[in-house]
């Protein structure tokens, strides 16, 4: 019976490898987005100055939380920054190619054109790293550029996979077990 338990350990295992590899090897997908993302934004100013002076000159950091969600067409959002907090800005615009990610954000009191701020990062390992060009509005009234990083909530399918795959392996052991205990 163990020699049979053991080739299934190595049968699943093998399985869970190539199944990992193949998934790192595949491109994101905009659902890989979806989630909410935590971490730290490092600011430094483009254009602080006496008008509009860096808080805590030359850069400053602050707590982002990124909510994302699947499109909703009827507000014509895919999620909100928040940043301390509060609400700073609108997903308005989010597409992934490869592992790079686009994001545009609006901020949400001010009715503009364009878009107040832009995101580009790339996604691994579920967290996601780039550089955030606010345009004015959404961190007091001028540009900034920082980088943010960030990590999602939401477990990573290999992680998920390989827990089932171990749940599994553990409910074979036991029904063979108990097989084994009937017949005797």
Sequence with gaps: MSNRFGKLVAAATLGTALSVSS???TAA??????????GSWLFGSMYGG?????PTSPLFTRPVTI???????????YGHV??????????????????????????????????????FGTLGNHSLIGDYDVR???????????????????????AAMLLGLGLVGVVLQAR????AEAQV
Excluded: C, K
């Excluded at 997908?29 to 935590?38: A, I, Q």
């Excluded at 006496?50 to 860096?54: D, K, L, M, R």
């Design 23 to 25: 998934f790192g090897a």
């Design 29 to 38: 997908e905009l659902s890989d987005l979806f989630g909410t993302w935590t």
């Design 50 to 54: 006496p008008s509009n002076p860096v």
């Design 67 to 77: 909510d994302l969600d699947s499109f909703d067409a009827q507000a014509g959002l």
């Design 82 to 119: 928040f940043i301390e907090g509060a609400v700073v800005g609108n997903v308005t615009s989010l597409s992934v190619v490869g592992n790079a990610v686009t994001m545009q954000v609006t901020h949400p009191s001010i009715d503009l054109t364009r878009p107040t701020a832009y995101f």
């Design 136 to 158: 004015g509005y959404l961190y007091g009234n001028t540009e900034w550029r920082g980088t943010m990083t960030l990590a999602s909530s939401v477990p990573e399918p290999a």
């Design 176 to 179: 063979r077990r108990r097989s």
